[in-house]
């Protein structure tokens, strides 16, 4: 008996730490669980909502085509590359909302918690769409 517990230990193990763990489960408490608007995100209305706010506030730092080639240089740290493929698959839409809404400590990545939830929603859905459809 006991045998057969030990046999099943490293699959329970697995799934309880596995419930713990996930692609936003090193956000802020506050932002882990924030529903996502999938169908906003979708939308070409909120995409283009977003881009004019990127061409607004971030093409500074992340370039007028979205790829990290801004004319603000001497920059602390590369900005992101939102062209990218190997950028998008590394990140949610709650990470992106939550980089926009705090910032990125020891960069010079802003917070920007003056956009409204609607208008950080459309950034994050311009910013997610890029590296689909282009800049």
Do not use: N
Request: one cysteine or more.
């Amino acid at each position: 008996m006991t045998k057969r517990i030990l046999s099943t230990l490293p699959i329970w193990w697995a799934l309880a730490t596995g419930a713990c763990s996930g692609p936003d489960s090193d956000l802020p408490p506050a932002y882990r669980k924030i529903p996502v608007p999938r169908e906003r995100l979708a939308e070409a209305a909120a995409r283009e909502r977003g881009r004019a706010l990127f061409l607004t506030d971030c093409a500074l730092c992340h370039g007028e085509r979205a790829d990290g080639h801004g004319r603000r240089q001497l920059l602390s740290s590369r900005p992101a590359d939102f062209t990218s493929r190997a950028w998008r698959r590394t990140v949610t839409p709650r990470q992106v909302y939550a980089v926009l809404r705090e910032g990125v400590h020891g960069t010079a990545m802003p917070a920007w918690s003056s956009l409204t939830e609607d208008e950080t929603w459309d950034l994050v859905a311009y910013v997610l769409s890029v590296s689909e459809e282009g800049p």
